[in-house]
């Protein structure tokens, strides 16, 4: 029975995603785990209206705040005590994880 961990990586901030993507990739490849990725997404842009005022009857508004979202997923296949050492550590606010394990039965299992 193997298990495959899912690491979703977003950040506004692509030097830090890069340089962190970058780390969790050298230290798989040192444990000798096996590595899919980083698979990159394309750059979301987003857009967040900014109302001058806290009245629901006002419709002033300031100009919307436009941010992009960088987005890295690596899978890393076997190798549990890595994946839950990689997942669990703490990581800059600006970098947002989501780590999602899915287990592989065999085949005659």
Do not use: C
């Not at 692509?14 to 997404?41: C, F, M, Q």
């Not at 690596?74 to 606010?93: C, K, T, W, Y």
């Amino acid at each position: 029975m193997t298990f495959v961990t899912r690491l979703t990586l977003q950040s506004g901030d692509r030097a830090a995603l890069d340089g962190l993507v970058s780390d969790i990739k050298e230290t798989a490849e040192r444990k000798g785990a096996a590595l899919k990725g980083p698979h990159t997404h394309p750059p979301k842009r987003l857009s967040v209206p900014q109302h001058s005022r806290l009245h629901s009857d006002d419709d002033r508004r300031f100009d919307p705040w436009n941010y992009t979202v960088f987005t890295r997923e690596l899978e890393i296949h076997g190798h549990d005590d890595l994946a839950r050492n990689i997942a669990s550590q703490d990581f800059p606010d600006s970098i947002y994880i989501e780590a999602e394990v899915e287990q592989i039965h065999d085949m005659g299992t």
